[in-house]
């Protein structure tokens, strides 16, 4: 029912920005929180950025000062903007929708995964 849909990953030298986007689609009554995860080759998941409904932004402390993370409600999308992008920043970022869906009587909620999107930091 519902899908997210994440671009903007790729290759990008040390220093360099990236703009990653995802954006929620389906039968969504409320979005309640979206947000970015990334996990790197042999290490755990980790919350990047995320923001809630009413627009506060929280960030991971490796990321803080670096990445900007953002919404655009009419078109349930989350962006991160990541600026001087370091090696250690390599990994897939995932997008992440706590959200209901409204198919037909009462809204039920859970968590969305996207497939994730490979940046890669190197030169």
């Known amino acids: 029912q519902v899908q997210l849909v994440e671009s903007g990953g790729g290759l990008v030298q040390p220093g360099g920005s990236l703009r990653l986007s995802c954006t929620a689609s389906?039968?969504?009554?409320?979005?309640?929180?979206m947000s970015w995860y990334r996990q790197a080759p042999g290490k755990q998941r980790e919350l990047v950025a995320g923001?809630?409904?009413?627009?506060?932004?929280n960030y991971a402390d490796f990321v803080k000062g670096r990445f900007t993370v953002s919404r655009d409600y009419a078109k349930n999308t989350v962006y991160l903007q990541m600026n001087s992008l370091k090696p250690e920043d390599t990994a897939v970022y995932y997008c992440?929708?706590?959200?209901?869906?409204?198919?037909?009587?009462?809204?039920?909620?859970?968590?969305?995964w996207g497939q994730g999107t490979p940046v890669t930091v190197s030169s």
């Open positions: 992440n929708a706590d959200l209901s869906t409204w198919p037909g009587g009462e809204p039920l909620r859970r968590t969305y």
């Open positions: 389906g039968s969504i009554f409320t979005i309640y929180a």
């Open positions: 923001t809630t409904a009413g627009s506060t932004a």
